[in-house]
């Protein structure tokens, strides 16, 4: 039993005699295939959430795997079952739970930030998290349900409709998913992204880009949307600049979607929006029909979402994996935690 932990100042080490946690009853025992490493991930590692995670703890919540073991009173989920994991505990007894918003719970849990996760060989977690994966979905692409799941939620919170326009700002993976969840579902697209890298990729899978740094988004959007405005603004960046600009670009009665976390109040164009009758939403994390409609995205062979994945790292090269992410513009670095190799 092996688990990459973090220890806390920046490191994360292998522990190659970690302990084991047998499934309980109502519970589930994954033998673990990959981790993704997300932003919030980063976070921890540069302890940013030191408040909220155990040291030393096993990190994250985007994986995939097969079922090892269930626990007694478990059914639907039988050994060897592909599956992923909606990393989500709240408490089911509050007014937010009762009317039905548990993932937005005052007393949620994200395992894998508040309880250890899945970079390690055996992930015990509640059997009401697991997510069944169709046989015909890989393992590597399986890992970026819990991403793309982020994504479906956000364009769901937009009420986005085929044949408007989506302006996404920023093109991290988020952003990207954003993207192509907005194109699937019909709209004209447009990804404001000052990396070119990240703007070739957007480009490849049919989303046209802008450069804010060198040209005039607000002169782009008009040539889509005969001088009016997005119909919808994600705000995916997580800058105080591009918050303050998403309410430029939205059209009168127009929606902006704040997905990115932003830890310190920002400013906000208030007048523009009562002027406009903007609406301001926040989106976050997601729901099982949210995890639901990923999974049957990816069965479908609707998305690319494999090209996201710019690495695959044995377990053992877990804090190189966080190094490569920290700091450049890598799409998403998956650990292959069964992998005992130098490369996965």
Known sequence: MRAAKYIGDGRITLDPEAEEFPPGSGEVQIEVAYSGICGTDLHVLHGDMDQRVQIPSALGHEMSGRVHRVGEGVVGISTGDAVTVMPLKWCGQCKTCRAGHQHICPQLQFIGIDSPGAMQSRWTVPAETVVPVPANVDLREAALIEPLAVAV?????????????????????????????????????????????????????????????????????????????????????GLSATALDAMQHARPRGRVVIVAIHPKPVPMDLHRMFWRELEVLGARVYERADFDKAVELLSAGQLPVHRLISDVVPLEKAQDAFVKLSGSQAMKVLVDVQSQGEQA
Do not use: K
């Open 153 to 237: 939620h956000d364009v769901s919170r937009s009420r986005l409709v085929a044949g408007e326009t989506a302006l996404v700002i920023g093109g991290g993976p988020i952003g990207q998913l954003i993207a192509l969840v907005a194109l699937r579902a019909g709209a004209n697209v447009v990804l404001s992204e000052p990396d070119q890298g990240r703007r070739h990729f957007a480009s490849e899978n049919g989303i046209r880009t802008v450069d804010p740094l060198s040209a005039d988004l607000a002169a782009v959007l008009d040539e889509h949307t005969d001088g009016v405005g997005a119909d919808v603004v994600f705000e995916v960046a």
